[in-house]
């Protein structure tokens, strides 16, 4: 559920016509809805309220300090996965105890400065990182909470570039190396190595692999004896763009809560796409169209530098007209709706039925919260979009657009060239 809605013939954003604000902010442009923004973390924190999980929002889907300060605001935790995420989650308020670390790559000085911070947990990708982390601990002398990823080799059925919980992916280490490391503590006289961390993979619709890959941590635990106080069952929770049926909340939480709840650890949850996704969209405006023998094309002033998930991942998002006229409910055509960027794979939506478009027309493109401005770029030197929050009845501007200026930002001609 969401709160992008038709009334009569006009999209809304809760109570605000789309249209409204499409006469005040420059298109294209991200808007969200704090109030299903909410509503999706609370409905997460409601299904697990029996073991009442630490749930850290995956900084990476949404990165916007607004939407991290409504959800930090309301208890959540933060998972990050590189300094500048950090920094963001800081002037967001986060809570450090509440913040856990991800990432095969960490950089010393990230290391060093998520230590200073007092983050909940790094979660340890390989045994070269763990000695990292123990060197720069005892550089500063503090004891540092660490968990370690296990790479569980399930199969989760998801797009091959966001599947992780593969046996031959980068992500987390195998049982063996694990057990290793759990035997080998005394390596690591600055780290409390005091939990086990696994996240499969993203856009995951069913929930066989989500409990493949938690109960083969378990039984792992169990047969090595290895004592830890936390379990961080990663993200992934898949939603619906097109006719996905995906577990909610609650099936999930039904599914895997009684086998959670005999481990008696302490969880955390790490979602983003599951929060974010649906709580936002983005918003273009039609610039022209064009017949050719073959298509037709919609052209939108919105493009892979403001969602890239088409191109890279031929994702689907439901593309809206913001506003149905009257008279062109019978005359919908086939559309390729593309960007102005010079590339073949520069579209949004291709063989879609929509109205008759004309310049100047708005459409929404559903589904565009999570990895949407996340992702996007300055591709052919394009200024990134501006991101609206609707948040109760006000429209709030939670990132202007960028200006050109703001695009050669820390460029220079050497002297030489002057
Ligand atoms: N935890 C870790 C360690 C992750 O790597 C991710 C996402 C998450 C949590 C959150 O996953 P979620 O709940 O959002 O599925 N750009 C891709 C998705 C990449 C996901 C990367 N990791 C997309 O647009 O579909």
Redesign the pocket.
């Known amino acids: 559920m969401h709160e992008f809605t038709f009334k009569g013939n006009e999209l809304y954003c809760e109570d605000i016509k789309i249209s409204a604000i499409a006469g005040r902010v420059p298109t294209p442009f991200y808007l969200y809805s704090y109030k299903t923004l909410l509503d999706h973390y609370r409905k997460l924190r409601l299904a697990f309220s029996a073991i009442s999980p630490l749930i850290c929002f ?1 900084v ?2 949404n990165s916007n300090i607004a939407i991290l300060r409504a959800l930090v605001k309301n208890g959540a935790g933060l ?1 990050i ?1 590189s300094g500048g995420e950090l920094y963001r989650a800081r002037l967001a308020g986060a809570d450090p105890k509440k913040i856990v670390y ?2 095969v790559g960490k950089r010393p000085d990230e290391i060093e400065d998520a230590i200073n911070a007092g983050i909940l947990f790094f ?1 340890v990708e390989s045994e070269e990182e763990l000695d990292a982390i123990q060197r720069i601990a005892a550089s500063l002398e503090r004891r540092v909470n660490v968990a370690i990823r296990i790479n569980p080799d399930v199969v989760p059925r998801t ?1 091959s ?2 599947a ?1 919980g593969k046996g031959d992916t980068k ?1 987390g280490l195998d049982f063996e190396t694990v057990h290793k490391i759990f035997n080998s503590q005394w390596r690591y006289p600055n780290l409390n190595i005091r939990g086990v961390h696994i ?1 499969i ?4 619709v069913d929930g066989d692999p989500f409990e493949e890959a938690i109960k083969k941590v378990l039984s792992f635990l169990k047969k090595y004896k290895i004592e830890v106080g936390h379990f961080n069952i ?5 939603i619906i763009y097109s006719i996905e049926n995906p577990q909610t909340a609650k099936n999930f939480a039904k599914r895997v809560l009684p086998i959670l709840k005999r481990a008696r650890l302490k969880i955390i949850l ?5 929060i974010s ?1 649906n709580s936002g969209i983005l918003v273009t405006k039609v610039l022209y169209t064009k017949i050719t023998p073959r298509n037709t094309f919609v052209i939108v002033d919105g493009g892979m530098s403001d969602l890239i ?1 088409p191109s ?2 031929t ?1 689907y998002h439901k593309i809206v007209p913001v506003k149905v006229k009257q008279d062109s409910a019978q005359t919908c055509e086939k559309v390729d709706v593309v960007g102005p960027i010079c590339e073949s794979g520069d579209y949004l939506g291709k063989d879609r039925f929509l109205p008759m478009m004309r310049k100047g027309d708005l459409l929404a493109v559903m589904g565009a919260g ?2 949407g401005f996340a ?1 996007s770029s300055n591709y052919n030197s394009r200024p990134r979009a501006a991101e609206v929050m609707v948040m109760k009845g006000k429209v709030h501007i939670i990132r202007r657009q960028e200006s050109y200026a703001d695009l050669v930002r820390g460029e220079s001609i050497p002297k030489e060239l002057k």
Not at 201 to 204: E, L, V
Not at 270 to 274: A, H, K, L, Y
């Open positions: 995956s990476k889907s998972d996965v991800a990432g979660n797009h570039h966001i992780t992500f996240h993979g993203s856009q995951i990663g993200g992934g929770l898949g790490e979602p983003g796409r599951f996704g998930r890279l991942y994702a999570a990895y992702m």
